[in-house]
């Protein structure tokens, strides 16, 4: 039997179920690294969560009489992973459920599945529980044992002399949360992205680069096992580039800027738009972390700006062929 | 290297035929002229069943200005005139002739070995007789082209060597062994429009052929030959003009506003047997080819041949096949059998297998944006895609869906495997009925 359809009769080989799977393999390293630095908790929570979001997927696509897809499944297992990635190892098992559930449940469905939410549904999983939970969430645990607190809370109240070295903020034996504390690590697997080209570069160097000129000006404090300038001061002050690899390596901004900020449902979809998305992600992200009142900024900076993507979307339209350099002439050429 | 926005690499596959000279495909017993081989009018039938036709003779004569001639592929006699399949899946009218097997020559047509002296308009009336469209796939008369307005002046005659889809090879072989005969048809072509030179452009992975034509252009003046990136739809007009003369056209002008005339490869040669030779388009190199294929080549096939009977000369067909598409994977159509006759638009008999086929679907969009941003015509391809699955004509116009080229791009790179270039028609044919009833209304 010949079938017969439209062309194009080939296509490239990525497609959504391939592409999730990607994310989900340049995450294992990070994952594994929370392993070394927290214990099997990270894994375990992970575990739990993946099952906790395919089970809320697979009953909520059945309710809807949707059918389950490979891209539906893969996409709850990545919104499942990264949830639990911004968690402390210290919550209980029970709590990165409630995420999982209210991620996919809310932040997914409630939108109208895949391809329609407005907000990064892990981010989504995530606040609810920071509003909710607020003492377990902020609760962290250093590799070495002893709960603690992570640098960027020792940033917030300009314990200077107490944030670790920037070979331990980049290594990521630092405290935080399960999957945010190695960027190196995070790097890796966003490179692994890059030239999957599952991901391209707008977002997260807009994003990051954004964070390090607002740092830059605004939040110049380093100090401490960096064994750099000692200019404590937070908020305005002179230029202190110290300020920028810290700000950098501390906290879930990689997490957020590479992983996050790069989720193709709640972005913009021109690289103009991504570029204008990842500035503000990074502005708001520095706003909150100088200015606000809690020592990080990525979730609410990623989910603020999750609502300007309509907007953004609109003043970013593709350029038409042909709408400019119109009969530019060559004829002597 | 100057080229376009957007566009895809799909593998190439040209290895499976691009070292293959063009062979003669054995004459058919029976050949098949079906009467609209061309966009405009069809052609009206000249000939009666029973009548006698010699090679070459016209069977058919053209339905409008912008249509052609059709002549006939092999002597012989006229079986019928009936409903035959054609590619597009409709029965259409074709001239069946019976082969006598002596190919005995009509003559209608005088050889002009010294053009240069002949005017203008008996070249152009030359190159209509011959009944000469483009044979690059889009199959618009030729003659058409080389009849600009006077207001529009032509500077560059672009010759399309780019051949930018995947498993075709038929213009990269008559680029390697007429290049000669391409660039004097490209000389005639510059001479009916009027132009000061001749650019061919060539994708850069076919330097092979960069080098013949380059070599056999040496002595000749104002003949550029440009090695354009390899990228699919690097062969489509707009997208060609771009690269090569800088000018970025919409796709509602046509070339001629940038003073520009583009032929196909394929198309100069016709022209020149036509020319030089007094022979009238009634034959065309086809690559027969694709994993479907047991021994693929590269054919010159007389019109109206059937596909079968080509796949047969190929080495017949594997057990698996899935899809015979009539053109390349990109914009080629897909065919419910291959008893259809080959047609001046004829570039290539592809066959797929059926576990490469492709199936799109109406999955949700991923918002991903990778249509729009590999969309050559700078489409804002999703949201467009959107509008029309909502039925949401009128955004999907304003969004300029009429521009879409349909080159298949958005639907390659989709990994929602959204139908994107479907959804792309959908919205231009509904665009253009919704505008036709206005101008009815008004
Ligand atoms: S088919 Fe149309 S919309 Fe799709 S990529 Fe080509 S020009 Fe753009
Ligand atoms: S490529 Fe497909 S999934 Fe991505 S934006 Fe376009 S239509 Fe949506």
Known sequence: MLSVSSSPHVRAREDAGRIMRDVIIALVPALVASYFFFGIAGIMLTAIACIAALATEIALLAWRGRKVDHAAVYSALVTAVLMTFCVSPLVPWWMVVVGAVVAIGIGKHAFGGLGHNIFNPALVGRAFLMSAYMVPMTTWKLPDGISGATPLAHMKIGAYDKLPSLWHLALGDIGGCIGETSAILLLAGAAYLLVRRVITWHVPVAYLGALAVFVWIFGGTTKGGAGLDVHVFNGLGPMNLGAIPVHLLAGGVILGACFMATDYVSSPMTPKGMIIFGVGCGILTGVIRIFGGYPEGTSYAILLMNMTVPLIDRATMPRLFGARRLMKKKGAA | ?442
Request: include cysteine; glycine fraction near 10%; proline fraction near 8%.
């Open chain 2, 1 to 442: 290297m100057i080229t376009f926005r957007g566009g895809v690499h799909p593998p190439a596959h040209k290895g499976l035929t691009d070292e293959l000279a063009l062979d003669d495909a054995a004459p058919p017993a029976v050949v098949r002229v079906p009467l609209q081989q061309h966009i405009g009018a069809p052609a009206k039938p000249v000939v009666e069943k029973g009548a006698a036709v010699k090679l070459g003779q016209t069977i058919a004569e053209p339905g409008g200005f912008v249509s052609v001639p059709h002549h006939a592929p092999v002597s012989g006699t006229v079986k019928a005139i009936k409903e035959y399949p054609h590619a597009s899946g409709r029965a259409l009218l074709a001239i069946e002739i019976e082969n006598d097997g002596q190919d005995t020559p009509a003559d209608e047509l005088e050889p002009m070995p010294d053009w240069r002296a002949v005017p203008v308009e008996a070249l152009r009336d030359r190159v209509r007789a011959a009944g000469i469209v483009g044979l690059g796939g889009a199959a618009f008369p030729t003659h058409v082209k080389l009849s600009p307005p006077k207001d529009k002046p032509i500077h560059t005659v672009i010759i399309n060597g780019a051949e930018c889809e995947p498993y075709l090879t038929c213009d990269y072989r008559l680029m390697i062994e007429t290049p000669d005969a391409v660039l004097v048809g490209a000389d005639i072509v510059r001479r009916c429009v009027g132009a000061e030179r001749v650019i061919v452009g060539i994708e850069d992975n076919k330097p092979r052929a960069v080098e013949m034509m380059e070599r056999n252009a040496r002595d000749l003046d104002k003949v550029e030959i440009a090695a354009v990136h390899t990228k699919y739809p690097q062969g489509s007009e707009l997208q060609l003009i771009r690269a090569v003369a800088g000018a970025e056209l919409p796709k509602s002008k046509l070339p001629m506003e940038a003073g520009v005339v583009v032929q196909n490869v394929g198309t100069a040669l016709a022209i020149y047997e036509a020319v030089v030779g007094g022979k009238p388009l009634v034959d065309r190199a086809v690559t027969v080819t694709g994993p479907g294929v047991v021994s693929p080549r590269n054919l010159r096939v007389r019109l109206g041949t059937l596909c079968n009977e080509l796949i047969e000369q190929a080495g017949g067909m594997t057990p698996d096949v899935g899809r015979v598409i009539m053109g390349g994977p990109m914009m080629g159509l897909a065919m419910p059998g291959a008893d259809v006759p080959c047609m001046k638009s004829t570039s290539g008999l592809l066959l797929l297998l059926r576990h490469d086929l492709v199936s799109y679907e109406l999955n949700p969009c991923i918002r991903c944006g990778k249509c729009e941003t590999h969309c050559p015509a700078g489409l804002a391809t999703a949201r467009i895609g959107l509008a029309v699955e909502l039925g949401n004509i009128e955004r999907a116009e304003a969004l300029a869906v009429l521009e879409c080229i349909e080159c298949g791009c958005c639907s390659y790179v989709c990994p929602a495997r959204r139908p994107m270039t479907q959804l792309m028609r959908v919205g231009k044919s509904k665009v253009l009925k919704e505008r036709a009833r206005r101008k009815i209304g008004a």
